[in-house]
């Protein structure tokens, strides 16, 4: 199985910048791995993938079994890290169309997510087209009370009950949630549905390779032997104290050098529409472990070659405040040929016999060699090629460089107490008691 790369050669940077921030980098993985930094009752993460709960991902796979056998359709219910893991991983690992494939060339059911916002047009359309399908509702919530899953749950588990009676509902809601605490929790054992748990000590965003992420993509029909296998890896390869042989510490490193140059913005670049979502995911990775004490970078995206025809000119021309991470994939899976063609109308004869991937591999060195021209940072982290060992590790990759990045910015990388503020406002004027 081949390694995760990291370079760092267009970043801008003097190697006395790397060199100065070598001491924090080791402090922080100190910290990280002795338990005793802020945050370290949410550590649970970091060992995960080799203490998981054996019997309890062994039930993963045959849930996820017998989803398939009674569903069309898994709606998975959940917000923030209860669904964009999950998410991430079935749009990078699964065919680009893959609802919308007959269900003999499906892995599993299709999947449909719910409760990630609060749009009464998008559940009643979702209800519409799930009215001649067979169902199971797949409900995710850490703590149980967050309102948009909540909302969700409610409606849909009437439609089911609706749809099937109480007794046959039951047994096509799982829960994942808290092994204790929690609304859901409760809800759970007093209706009997199966349960898996999300252990008290890893954060929603952290959660993906617990059962938050696995079941549906379990049932998504993606290999989460092979997923873990890399997450596994990930946390064996990714302890290296030697920073130079650590391409995971070099990502956290050099961000904080850029961001102690004064960038304020981090852009993760991607060439491949599947790999687009793993920028949401990122983004609730980053964005609520480090956006804390007036400090951090801004995460945010973009989906290239598209947003080149959007975004293009304000990386190359704009405020020079934002720096580039590409994530790129080596080698892809399906590819085409261009033709030539007797009349050379739209001018691309000189590209018969070339590959797409090909041209999307030159439009990414072009690219970043003009913003590189202007300026702009690009640190590039390539996968040898999309399947679940290497996004595996790739997850656990931006995981541990997000714990050690945020120890060394200063902040506690682990708890969100800005995210309560909206919260109290729109439970005060919803008249909440
Ligand atoms: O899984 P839940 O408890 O429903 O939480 C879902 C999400 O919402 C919260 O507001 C947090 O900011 C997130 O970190 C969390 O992932």
């Excluded at 070598?22 to 930094?37: D, F, N, T, Y």
């Excluded at 670049?269 to 400090?295: H, R």
Aim: aromatic share 10%; charged share 25%.
């Amino acid at each position: 199985m081949s390694k995760i790369k990291f370079d760092y050669s267009n970043s801008l940077t003097s190697a006395h910048e790397y060199e100065y921030f070598k001491p924090q980098i080791m402090a922080a993985h100190e910290l990280l791995h002795s338990g005793k930094g802020q945050g370290n009752d949410y550590l649970g993460w970091l060992h995960y993938p080799s203490s998981y709960d054996q019997a309890e991902f062994e039930r993963i796979k045959v849930t996820a079994k017998k989803i398939n056998e009674r569903a069309d359709v898994l709606i998975v219910i959940g917000i923030g890290g209860s669904y964009l893991g999950s998410k991430t991983v079935i749009d990078a690992l699964s065919h680009s169309f893959y609802n919308e494939l007959p269900k003999e060339k499906r892995k599993g059911a299709k999947i449909y997510f719910a409760g990630n916002h609060i749009s009464g047009t998008y559940l009643s359309d979702l209800l519409e087209i799930i009215e001649t399908q067979e169902v199971c509702l797949n409900v995710i919530s850490k703590s149980g009370t967050t309102t948009e899953p909540a909302i969700a749950f409610r409606i849909l588990k009437k439609a089911l009950e609706a749809k099937y009676g109480k007794t046959e509902a039951k047994d096509r809601i799982f829960a994942t949630t808290d092994a204790e605490k929690g609304a859901l929790r409760t809800l759970a054992n007093k209706e009997g549905y199966e349960t898996f748990v999300i252990p008290a000590n890893v954060g929603g965003r952290f959660s993906v390779i617990t059962p938050v992420g696995l079941l549906p993509i379990a049932v998504a029909g993606i290999d989460i032997d092979a997923l873990m296998q890399g997450v596994k890896d990930g946390e064996t390869e990714y302890s290296e104290t030697n920073i130079d042989e650590n391409p995971c510490y070099q990502y956290a490193l050099m961000r904080n050098v850029l961001y102690n140059k004064g960038k304020a913005i981090e852009v993760l670049v991607n060439y491949e529409p599947s790999m687009a979502f793993l920028a949401e995911w990122w983004m609730q990775l980053y964005g609520e472990s480090e956006g804390k004490d007036g400090k951090g970078l801004f995460p945010t995206k973009m989906n290239n070659t598209t947003d080149l025809h959007s975004m293009g000119q304000m990386i190359q021309d704009g405020p020079r405040i934002m720096f580039e991470t590409v994530v790129r994939v080596e080698s892809v899976e399906k590819d085409l040929v261009l033709e030539m063609e007797d009349q050379d109308l739209d001018g691309l004869n000189y590209l018969a016999g070339k590959k797409m991937s090909y041209v999307n591999e030159n439009a990414f060195k072009g690219t970043l060699e003009a913003h590189v021209d202007g300026r702009v940072p690009n640190l590039v982290v390539t996968i040898p090629q999309k399947d679940a060992y290497h996004f595996g590790k790739l997850l656990y990759f931006f995981m541990k460089a997000c714990g050690i990045s945020g120890y060394v910015l200063g902040v506690n990388p682990f708890d969100q107490p800005g995210v309560e503020a909206y919260k109290k406002n729109m439970f005060r004027l919803l008249g909440k008691k």
